[in-house]
């Protein structure tokens, strides 16, 4: 099956600071989505971006397809923030079917 | 946020029990999903179902099984439990085709002693 790799697997940050998270996967995709799980457990679904560049508020995706990776930017960053980021995607064919990485985790701290 | 709501919240229970897990959506959406999630794995797909009664296996779906008797409802079951299955369970639900995003409810734990 597909693989996910998501780097860097821990992050620190200080409040305001600016950061970028990146997921590489080994074939082609159909389905690209990332999600913050906050300190609760929650999972939140920040984007769906199997190609091309997405804005929201202070955060940002941008996935290359052909080149088999997505980044997502942290401007600004905020104690809010703070979480365990998942790329999860979806091969061709079969693409609600998602693969997770295993996930960066952010700490900002004031 | 999406209407999802999963039961129970904890459960505590021991090895060689049947225990089910259920995922109730509120928003009419025909895919429904569990995974699992353990520390190093991120979130792992047990089962998946695209409609009513028609379900299909995901990554990690030995020793589990799921029913769907109504667009709202999706049950996972574990037959027998053991302690390997001691982690915390996702619902997610989505509508088919692309651009549909995963929503997911805030989880099960289970822990199985």
């Known amino acids: 099956g597909i693989q996910v790799e998501q780097s860097p697997p821990d992050l620190i940050l200080q409040e305001g600071a600016n950061s970028t998270l990146r997921c590489n996967f080994s074939?082609?995709?159909?389905?690209l989505q990332w999600f913050h799980q906050n300190p609760w457990g929650q999972l939140i679904n920040l984007f769906y971006?199997?190609?091309g560049t997405k804005q929201n508020g202070r955060l940002s995706a941008t996935t290359v397809a052909t080149e088999r990776y997505s980044l997502l930017y942290i401007s600004s960053s905020q104690t809010t923030d703070s979480g365990v980021y998942f790329c999860?995607?979806?091969?061709?064919?079969?693409?609600?079917?998602?693969?997770f990485g295993t996930g960066t985790r952010l700490q900002v701290t004031l | 946020d999406a209407g999802i709501t999963q039961s129970p919240r904890h459960k505590v229970t021991e090895t060689g029990t049947p225990v089910t897990l259920r995922c109730h959506q509120t928003e009419n959406h025909r895919y429904m999903y569990w995974y699992r999630q353990d520390p190093g794995h991120g979130l792992r797909l047990i089962h998946y179902s695209y409609g009513v009664k028609d379900t299909d296996k995901g990554e990690v779906s030995d020793g589990y099984s799921v029913s769907r008797s109504k667009t709202e409802d999706f049950l996972l079951t574990l037959e027998s439990a053991t302690s390997s299955q001691t982690s915390v369970y996702f619902c997610?639900?989505?509508?088919?085709?692309?651009?549909?995003?995963?929503?997911f409810g805030d989880g099960t734990r289970l822990s199985i002693l």
């Open positions: 997610a639900i989505s509508e088919p085709g692309r651009y549909q995003p995963q929503h």
């Open positions: 971006i199997p190609s």
């Open positions: 074939d082609s995709v159909n389905n």
């Open positions: 999860a995607v979806g091969e061709s064919g079969t693409a609600s079917k998602l693969t």
